[in-house]
């Protein structure tokens, strides 16, 4: 299986330089693994979209969309979970 290419919405980037320095760690680590395995055990496909995905990483959320057909990831969100969905 061919690896994904990860693309950070502005947005996005600027959600993740928000967080405590250790959850940024663990949040780009688990982001980089997304590119060889885009649907992780418990990724969960949001409702409403065919293409978006979020996964759990402590308290926070990552929300991505899959172009299987370019082989991409967008990073869409990164936020806490109470704030996440809004």
Request: net charge positive.
């Amino acid at each position: 299986m061919a690896s994904y290419k990860i693309e950070w919405k502005n947005s996005a980037y600027k959600e993740l330089q928000k967080l405590p320095r250790p959850m940024i760690t663990r949040v780009v680590a688990a982001v980089s693994d997304l590119s060889n395995e885009p649907f992780p055990h418990g990724v969960k496909r949001l409702v409403g979209s065919e293409y978006t995905y979020r996964i759990c990483i402590g308290d926070y959320r990552v929300v991505y969309e899959v172009f299987e057909n370019r082989l991409i990831i967008e990073i869409v969100r990164v936020r806490h979970r109470k704030d996440v969905y809004r």
